[in-house]
């Protein structure tokens, strides 16, 4: 089966990470927002949309609740005690939080990833060390994050919505706090492409949008994006939610 790709992104405690050299890995300017900025009160007529992801898709949330504004509730994980707003980190916290993050609530488009997290490089005893040093292991190794990213998609075509997949974005030259190999967003994205295939769940490429001007999208030597870098993810994020909630109808 042919998966359609759209070319061009309750609750969770989030341990802290330490490095063995210079500090933890900054998360995106949205996570910073206060918990005012991230409430809003949803329309009982519009449909419902939850986003999924790590720091990437907090960056976009906001900007994506704005374009859809009178078309859909735009939702995300709540973060601790229900407020601000929770990163979804890696496919292990995503089995493990999945269905606190459903809330029970009948969603019309879930739009979701997973990876950066995964294809993070920890120490050898993986106990939530960050690690710079090639020679540690992936904190879920690709063969790994296939096997949770199935399980994942079996459980969220269960809820009835209609999915996304977004690829996960390009890792730039000198990113450590953590340690990403340059190539392992294709690599996690060649396995995850395969299980959306599969499961005919479309796909948003984020990657491919960004891959071309990373340089000015993203932060140098950094995973994470500028302003303008989340803009531009929220506006094909908006898009892709936009037609499902057509093709839905």
């Keep these: 089966m042919n998966v359609k790709v759209m070319m061009s992104g309750m609750m969770l405690s989030v341990g ?33 949309v939850l986003l999924l992801g790590d720091s990437i898709s907090i960056g976009y949330t906001l900007e994506v609740r704005k374009l859809l504004a009178g078309k859909a ?7 601790a005690n229900g ?10 916290a995503g089995l493990r939080m999945l269905e606190r993050w459903l809330d029970n ?17 920890v120490t050898k005893d993986n106990r939530g060390k960050i690690s710079n040093n090639p020679a540690d292991p992936e904190l879920n190794p690709v063969e790994q994050y296939a096997q949770n990213l199935e399980t994942l998609v079996q459980k969220l075509k269960a809820t009835g919505a209609r999915l996304i997949f977004a690829t996960t974005t390009p890792v730039v030259p000198g990113t450590i706090n953590p340690l990403r190999m340059q190539d392992a967003p294709g690599q996690y994205n060649a396995a995850a492409l395969k299980i959306m295939a599969a499961n005919n769940v479309k796909v ?11 340089a000015k ?33």
């Design 16 to 48: 802290v990470l330490v490095s063995a050299s210079s500090g933890v890995e900054q998360g995106s300017l949205a996570e910073k927002k206060g918990v005012s900025e991230w409430a809003f009160t949803p329309d009982p007529k519009l449909p419902n």
């Design 73 to 79: 509730n735009v939702f995300r994980p709540a973060g």
């Design 83 to 92: 407020k601000g707003v929770a990163n979804c980190g890696d496919t292990g």
């Design 105 to 121: 609530k009948k969603w019309d488009v879930i739009h979701f990833n997973w990876g950066l997290h995964d294809m993070k490089r």
């Design 204 to 214: 948003n490429d984020l990657y491919t949008l960004v891959l071309p001007e990373v």
């Design 217 to 249: 999208l993203q932060l140098p030597k950094n995973v994470h994006f500028t302003p303008e870098g989340s803009r531009v993810l929220a506006r094909r994020v908006a898009e892709a939610v936009e037609a499902e909630l057509k093709t839905g109808k």
